[in-house]
């Protein structure tokens, strides 16, 4: 019916809008925050209607009819209700992770982006992938087949991805989300971007209720059986996460803030098994092990001469070499191989807070404002398992990610049928791998040449001995990079008549500053194949090829290996 008064009213902070149905009894009432709604219908002669229950979720839209019924117009009829699961309005396809999951269903970690597994055809990145080794913020997960780096992660309306490893660098505690859409195809152009899906969540804001938690989840060693392959004792295990919310009015109707916090805070150890050379192989002798052989002593054929007692002589020993060995651990188990048993402690410090303010000028001009920042510090002893590494102690690194995230948003309602939304925001995320052994240069102090490091990108050199020994040395490559976007959004909804139609202007700039490090501190690899018999048979040691400082082949990285 043409003519109906509707009044749409948020429950929690009472903002309101009002429209009018056109000729043909339709309406539409375009840009709405997220959350629970009651809506009023009023004609003259009619008995007024109230819908109440009706949830309006992040990225949708809902269909809610009116029966308008002869009556006076103080007769209400009251229903409460809820939109029906079929999204009608489209052929989108997406799932909204309302509050209810967010906040009740366990989460290990507590990152929401986990929920994003509920929907079908999501699934956790395979291991090995660069993005899903480095993601401090949540698994990284593909959909329909698409890469995890085609994804996009927005937070209130703005973008939350790094650019340069492809993943969420924004991730407030589960508390603080009001709820989360995942698109994963036929979706609106002003959410496009990149090839696969778009994950959008919402922040809670205050209402006019005061409310807020305190929580903390503790998990211990006490709690868990030893692992067959850990020693004795077992290994160290302490993880708390912690945090608090609190939100509420600094003015009824009007205006309303929202904080949170949280912090992580884990020491664990993982049980790994290596082979390191005993302390008398260090010193030349091998003595019991197969053969070796000079290559600087050859008879007429070609052959070269054994080492005397397969020992070599400390004045043949490669300076660099003895550098090197310095730095790995002395067996701890019998034999030559599989002889040390590690469980350096892993470290995890996160520190996550947002804060939110809305706020209502008039039932026609609102605004919001939200600061999030957080830091998070990984130190991984053995490397990344998602990158299958395996690294020695004292070769491990850390894994950082420091993000920063302002978002402006405001909404006007020129006249129901015209209504402008506008969204900025600034995003700095820096940080990434770094070396434990960063600051010693290692080439510059034993005397390697060819190798000239950045001052970032000192470290140890990474060192293979062809299945003689574990693999040593620091990473050959690692990534840092420190980044700064910008978005600007303008979206103008204008209803003419039947139709409802929306125009945008999205303006993005990066400033991209990456730096990678490949081969930087050198990258070495020995065979036995300047200690066997003969060139080319392969019957020496690699080891010994190593302390005798005659690599198979060598690779170093020039440059500062970042772009600007």
Known sequence: ???????????TTGQERHV?????????????PVGEYAITAELPNFRRQVRRGLVLPVGRQI???????????????????????????NAEVSEVVDNARITELPLNGRQFVDLTLLSDNVFVAPRGTRGSALAQTGPAVLVAGQRPGHNMYFLDGVSVTDQYFNHLVASPPVDAIEEFNIQKSIYPAEFGGKASATVSAVTKGGTNTVHGDVYEFLRNDIFDARNFFDPAQKPPYRQNQFGATLGGPFKRD????????????????????????????RGGDFSGLATIYDPLTTDGTGKRQAFSGNIINTDRLDPAALAFVQKLPLPNLPGEAQNYLATPPLRNDNDQGAARFDHRFNTADTLFIRFYQA??????????SLLNETLVPGFGYNLTTRTKNIAFGETHVFNPKVISEFRMAYLRVSGGQQSENQGLNFAARSGVQGIAPAPDQTGYPSVSFSGAYSTAGDPPNLFTRRDNSFDILENLAWIRGAHSMKFGTYVFRLQFNPSESPNARGSFTFTPRYTSSAAGLGD???FADFLLGFPSSAQAGTGPGGSE
């Open 540 to 542: 020496g040691n690699a």
């Open 1 to 11: 019916m043409p003519g109906v008064s509707l009044t749409i009213t948020h429950q």
């Open 254 to 281: 009007r205006t309303f803030f929202f904080f949170s916090y949280e912090g992580f805070r884990a020491r664990t150890s993982v049980t790994q098994r290596f082979s390191v050379p005993s302390a008398r192989v």
């Open 63 to 89: 269909n809610v009819d009116f029966v308008m019924e002869v009556g006076e117009i103080n007769q209400a009829v009251t229903i409460e209700d809820s939109p029906p699961l079929l999204q009608a309005a």
């Open 20 to 32: 009018i149905s056109d000729s043909g009894g339709g309406y539409v009432v375009p840009v709405l």
């Open 375 to 384: 830091d998070f510090d990984t130190f991984q002893p053995f490397g990344s």
